[in-house]
């Protein structure tokens, strides 16, 4: 099973982008399952007709006996969805939530009973706290990658992910296998990020570049990959896809 954490600064395409790659890996014929760690839990709304699914936590607050099935929901192309939530708005931790949300999944067994080939955990990165740093450092993901653009408050959480990312590689757990650049098109962009990969000692592993089809889709409530399947920008996300799936653990 391959295990990836794909961390990056809220409203940077980050989920956008792990949906598509989720999609992309399905067609291929890959058992994909995405778990969304954010309290907006709008990771996998492109894989569900831009339906929010009910989180983990929810479902913990509001059910009594929470089953495996009521937490794990089949999308587009077969992914299984699973959304880890938040508190109550002004109540509790965030990234306590998570790793409610991680126990309660493994408590029920949902790797062993789905046996997904490609796990992705889809991880707000503006904050790296215990909780959203549960992927890395709970043994749950092997290999992280960052989504950043080249504008400045993306970069400085990609420092920060890095960061934290390397103090728990010492500890034998996940390690950092390169940025995504996910372009905004600002000046100097490629520059800026390839700079910036540079400076935390990461490569810059591909480009996505800005495309009206992205828009559309979610518009859609879809992914690109779903949406489009035939279009150059799904082929795009088909080879991101297929080059982490050949990256060395």
């Not at 559309?216 to 949406?227: F, I, N, R, Y």
């Amino acid at each position: 099973m391959k295990k990836i954490a794909i961390y990056g600064k809220g409203g940077i395409g980050k989920s956008t982008t792990v949906s598509n790659l989720s999609a992309a890996l399905a067609t291929t014929g890959l058992k994909v399952m995405q778990i969304g760690c954010d309290p907006k839990a709008d990771s996998t709304r492109n894989l569900t007709g831009g339906e929010k699914i009910p989180t983990v936590l929810e479902l913990l607050r509001d059910k009594e006996n929470v089953k495996l099935e009521d937490l794990v929901f089949v999308g587009d192309e077969g992914v299984l969805c699973v959304e880890a939530g938040g508190p109550v708005p002004g109540v509790g931790c965030a990234g306590r939530g998570i790793i409610t949300a991680f126990e309660k999944l493994e408590e029920l067994n949902a790797f062993e009973v789905y046996q997904p080939d490609v796990v992705i955990y889809d991880v707000l990165g503006d904050v790296v706290c215990g909780g959203f740093a549960m992927p890395i450092r709970g043994g749950y993901a092997e290999e992280v990658y960052i989504v950043s653009s080249g504008e400045m408050m993306s970069l400085y959480a990609a420092n920060n992910i890095a960061s934290a990312v390397k103090m728990f590689g010492k500890r034998k757990y996940a390690s950092l296998k390169g940025i995504i650049l996910n372009s905004k098109n600002i000046e100097n962009e490629e520059a800026l990020v390839l700079q910036a990969a540079k400076e935390i000692e990461t490569d810059v592993i591909y480009k996505i570049d800005r495309n009206p089809l992205v828009q559309q889709a979610e518009a859609l409530g879809k992914t690109v990959v779903s949406a489009f399947k035939d279009s150059n920008m799904s082929k795009k996300y088909l080879e991101l896809a297929k080059m982490l799936l050949t990256q060395e653990e």
